[in-house]
C-alpha cells in the first residue's frame, strides 16, 4: 500500500516537472550563472563600434608593423619590406636576393612554387607558353624568361612585379611568403643563368 503510494506520488512528481518543462518554452534559455561568460563585456570583432570615427571594432596593425615571420626593413641587407612607392630602388639592379644561401634545395623548392603558382601562364620552361595563355583564354603574352630583355632583368625588378604585380599579371604578395617569393626568382635567375653560360641566341630559344 505505501510501496503504491510512494509510486503514484513520484509519477505525479515527474509528470509535474515535464509539464513544467515544457511550459518553461524552448527559447528560454533559464537563468544563466556567469552572463561574462555568454555576453562578451569586449567588443565583438565585427561589430560597430562608436568610439572610433571609422566605427570599426578590428582595428587595422600599427603602421610599419611587421607580421611573424617577415624580417625588418634593412634596405641595404633584405628589402623584403619594398614598398610600392619606391618601384625607382626595385628597378635599380641594387636589390640583390636576400637569401643567405641558395642551395639545390632552394631552387628545388623554388620550382615546385614556380611550377604551381606561375607555369600556367609562364610555362614550366619558362618560356611564356603556359597552358592558360595556349588555351586562347589569356589576352597577352606572359613573359618569355629566355629572351634577353628577361635575361638581363634585374631581380629586384622581379620580385617588385610579383609583389605589386605588372599590367595584366596579378601581385602574388598573398600567395606567396617573401622567401617563397626569392625562391621563385632564384630559380628563374638559375635556368637563364645556363641560357647566359650557353651564350645561346637567346631568341630561337624563344622561338623553339
Ligand atoms: C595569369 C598569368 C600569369 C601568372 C599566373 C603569372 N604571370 Fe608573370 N606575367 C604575366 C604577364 C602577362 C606578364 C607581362 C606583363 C607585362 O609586361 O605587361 C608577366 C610578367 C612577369 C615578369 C616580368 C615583370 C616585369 O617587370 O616586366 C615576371 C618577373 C613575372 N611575370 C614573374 C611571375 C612569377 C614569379 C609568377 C608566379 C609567382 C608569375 N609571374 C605568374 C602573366 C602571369
Not at 44 to 57: C, E, F, K
Not at 187 to 199: E, P, R, T, W
Not at 200 to 208: E, F, G, H, N, Q
Request: aromatic share 10%; hydrophobic share 35%.
Amino acid at each position: 500500500m505505501r510501496k503504491q503510494k510512494l509510486v503514484i506520488g513520484l509519477s505525479a512528481g515527474m509528470l509535474s516537472l515535464a509539464l513544467f518543462a515544457c511550459q518553461a518554452g524552448r527559447n528560454n534559455p533559464g537563468r544563466i550563472y556567469a552572463p561574462d561568460m555568454y555576453y562578451s563585456r569586449a567588443y565583438d570583432a565585427y561589430s560597430v563600434n562608436l568610439v572610433y570615427p571609422d566605427s570599426m571594432s578590428s582595428r587595422p596593425p600599427v603602421p610599419g608593423t611587421v607580421p611573424r615571420g617577415h624580417t625588418v626593413n634593412a634596405h641595404e641587407l633584405l628589402p623584403f619590406n619594398l614598398p610600392q612607392s619606391d618601384s625607382a630602388y626595385a628597378v635599380s639592379g641594387q636589390v640583390k636576393n636576400p637569401l643567405p644561401v641558395i642551395t639545390q634545395a632552394t631552387l628545388e623548392e623554388g620550382q615546385r612554387l614556380f611550377n604551381i603558382y606561375c607555369a600556367i601562364c609562364h610555362g614550366e620552361q619558362l618560356d611564356g607558353q603556359g597552358p592558360l595563355y595556349k588555351s586562347g583564354k589569356f589576352p597577352v603574352q606572359p613573359a618569355n624568361f629566355h629572351l634577353p630583355q628577361y635575361l638581363k632583368m634585374p631581380e629586384g625588378t622581379m620580385f617588385y612585379s610579383v609583389t605589386y604585380g605588372k599590367n595584366l599579371m596579378g601581385s602574388y604578395a598573398s600567395q606567396l611568403s617573401e622567401r617563397q617569393r626569392w625562391e621563385v626568382i632564384a630559380y628563374i635567375k638559375s635556368v637563364q643563368a645556363k641560357d647566359l653560360a650557353k651564350g645561346a641566341d637567346s631568341t630561337s630559344v624563344a622561338k623553339k
